[in-house]
């Protein structure tokens, strides 16, 4: 390894997915970067699989911190990256999003320095409850350069009192993910065959969030609605698990109805090729959410709240939270609903505005970094 000018902590399947351009990018311009894993997704499922298929270099470090009680997994994360960080002095650390990963990165960074960019800044539920607000919230406090997806973002953290230098607004990464795999996962993707569904014809699901699956009575909320959706639409329901939900699944002992078939977690050219031929998608993941207001696939989120109002405000997504008749309301009312809303989430060079940023502040890469575009 080179000596990097930017570090990429990350340490979850949606980060590798939504920082996999920026990376890209960074090789594209000749700038040097290193990659430190925390290891909060260790399984192939949730980790390698994305590393090989999108086609990023293994990770320099890997402080393989697993599972835990989040004090004990974001602690452990803080000391590695510390080390590390202390050791490789590159000129810009990045994090992206809001799980205990970043916050660790954020955290560790804040106390250093080096600069810290936090990709997806300004995203707010206002529900102190998921440990992700309280994610997003620290890494915007304590970041140097937040670069939020929308103009959306960009009040929430003005409002917060935040000074607007450190804010650039630049889309989200994960319209690049998109554009850069839509095509891809059409061409290569076989998953449609392989479990015997048409285009089209059925329903997709995900649900891992801590508040829907380790709390019985919402996670059998949420599985009933789904049910009731694939009976009023005479569709099947595709549900690839996260562990998460698989251990509570277990765990709880409960009934999946039969119109949903449970799979495995999806690599993310399958899961992309589900998502853009699903008649309606319901989840409670964020990136989810976005993914089916890109794609223009209907999108019920079972949730109560939701940190990508956008996708609401658009007429991309209704929150249905996990209440069965409501879940069925709202997916009544969505697939009724004209697929022709426009992405509120940019066009897709969300990669090279967050560089492009830096460097307009004064962030050297060194001599190729200002190449712009493809
Ligand atoms: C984490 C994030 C969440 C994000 C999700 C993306 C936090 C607080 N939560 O949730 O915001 O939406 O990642 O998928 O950071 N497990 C495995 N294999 C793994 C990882 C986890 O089996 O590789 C199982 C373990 O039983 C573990 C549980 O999943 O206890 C939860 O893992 P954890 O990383 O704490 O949170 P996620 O639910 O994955
Ligand atoms: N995803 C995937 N395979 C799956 C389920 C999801 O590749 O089986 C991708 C999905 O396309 C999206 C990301 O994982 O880009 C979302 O991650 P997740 O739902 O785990 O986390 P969240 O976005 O809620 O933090």
Redesign the pocket.
Known sequence: MVDPEITFVLGT??EI?KLAPVIRCCDRRDIPYSILHTGQHYSDELDTVFFDQLELPAPDYNLEVGSGRHGQQTAAMLAGIEEIILEDEPSVVFVQ?DTNSVLAGALALSKLDIPVGHIEAGLRSFDRDMPEETNRVVADHVGDYLFAPTEHSQEYLRDEGIDHGRIFVTGNT?VDAVKQHRQLAREKSTVLEEMGVADKSYGLL?A?RAENVDVQERFEGLLEGVGRVASAFEMGVIY?I?PRAQAQLDELELTVPDSITVVE????LD??QLEQDADLIMTD????QE?ACILGVPCVTLRDNTERPETVEVGANLLAGVDPEEILSCATQMVARETNWSNPFGSGDASDQILNSMLADGTSFGSNSDTTQE
């Open positions: 399947r949606p997915i999003g994960i995900t891992h690839p996260h977690s999806q690599d993310y899961f992309l993941s964020g990136g989810v993914e």
